[in-house]
């Protein structure tokens, strides 16, 4: 930490902030630098971080629009800073993020330290047995809207400290390049792909909802991550209500509710008689909807349960097909478990973790394009599905190891 700069950044923290920005990864910004790039002279370029950010003079480029397809159809704006850009919003990041986080509400569960997405969905599922309605709230273009003037009201509130709240600044105003190099200039919103951005998102609907929800219906439990948003009520009519109040009061934020994808469900189950239009909402990659399920007797019941949702699963399917494994018939099936195992795991590990055979198919599909590689690839095996089928269900049986999924359904391997 040098004495000399008017601004106290410690070379440790920048140091750090590289690591963890390595170890996301990511895209090239506007000035085409790779990570790998930039760490061709990494000494100097973190030093030269440092002592812009040290001395005042630490000015963001311009970050690089990119336009993925959302699974629900239309583009979602993607913002990727430069890789330093990055690492100077990380450094920011670690020393605002310990001073807001210790207030953020419990049931904010995106972009923090020690929550998850499956905590969340978990979370959600106990609270639809007790309630019997839910609001699945969809905030219009949420991160393309957040008002600058209300945002950084917010981080005063949290800190004072002159070089924070001068590039937090310079960070929601810095401009945007479109696809054909066009540079953009931006008086709201807060770039979703940035570094910093999750946390000034969690702040800026910290005070715009949890802590408004906090104070005014403290009896109506709600789980939110990022601006994916659950609430549970006792009625329809408390979730007319509170669906109402809770779209005037983003509005009064300068935010809007979806019309068509916010929606009041109903969350059926066998004690829970009559029917709504809506039984069944998404959140975080789980649908939750009435699901066969049974008790501790052996007797079966319908419960209101969370499984992979329709478009997760699609998703899956479309990764499966992608890999085109009939066509690596150059690898061994321990190549192929080592290039795949740790995707598969993840799935596992994430959908599995709430009725998990609605895993099975899509799995089951992996073994299907397993079954295909081994018939192409082993001469004996070609055009013998049969075969093929029995020799992969052998192998899944003395090695169940191997790849991640057959211990999960072993039973079924090679179908």
Known sequence: MSKAKPISICKRVVFDAYKRVKANQGAAGVDGESISDFEQDLKNNLYKIWNRMSSG???PPAVRLVEIAKKSGGQRKLGVPTV??????????MYFEPEVDQYFHPDSYGYRPGKSAIEAVGVARKRCWRNNWVVDLDIKGFF???????????????????????????????????????????????PQGSVISPLLANL?????????????????PFERYADDIVVHCRSEEQARRIKSV??????????????????????KDS????????????????????????????????????????????SMRRTIRS???????????????????????GWINYYGKFYKSELYPILNQLNGALQRWAMRKYKKLRRRRRRAFYWLGRIAKQKSYLFAHWRLVRQSAGR
């Open 57 to 59: 003079s630490y000015f």
């Open 204 to 220: 800026f609907l910290h005070y715009a909802f949890d802590e408004w929800m906090r104070r005014n219906y403290v009896n109506i």
């Open 246 to 267: 809770i779209e005037e009061r983003l509005n009064q934020c300068r935010l809007e509710l979806h019309p068509e994808k916010t929606k009041i469900v109903y969350c």
């Open 84 to 93: 330093s850009d990055r690492i100077a919003q990380m450094v920011a990041k």
């Open 323 to 345: 890999w085109r494994i009939h066509r690596m018939t150059d690898k061994s099936i321990n190549d192929l478990a080592c290039m795949f195992n740790s995707v598969i795991r």
């Open 271 to 314: 004690s829970r008689r009559g029917s709504y239009s809506n039984e069944k909402f998404d959140f975080l990659g789980y649908r939750f909807q009435p699901r066969l399920s049974k008790n501790r007797y052996g007797e079966f019941f319908v419960s209101f349960l969370p499984a992979v949702s329709t478009e997760a699963a699609k």
């Open 144 to 190: 393309d809207n957040i008002d600058h003037e209300l945002l950084m009201r917010a981080v005063r509130k949290h800190t004072d400290s002159k070089w924070l709240l001068l590039y937090i600044e310079r960070w929601l105003i810095a401009p945007v390049q479109v696809a054909d190099g066009t540079l953009v200039s931006r008086e709201k919103g807060s």
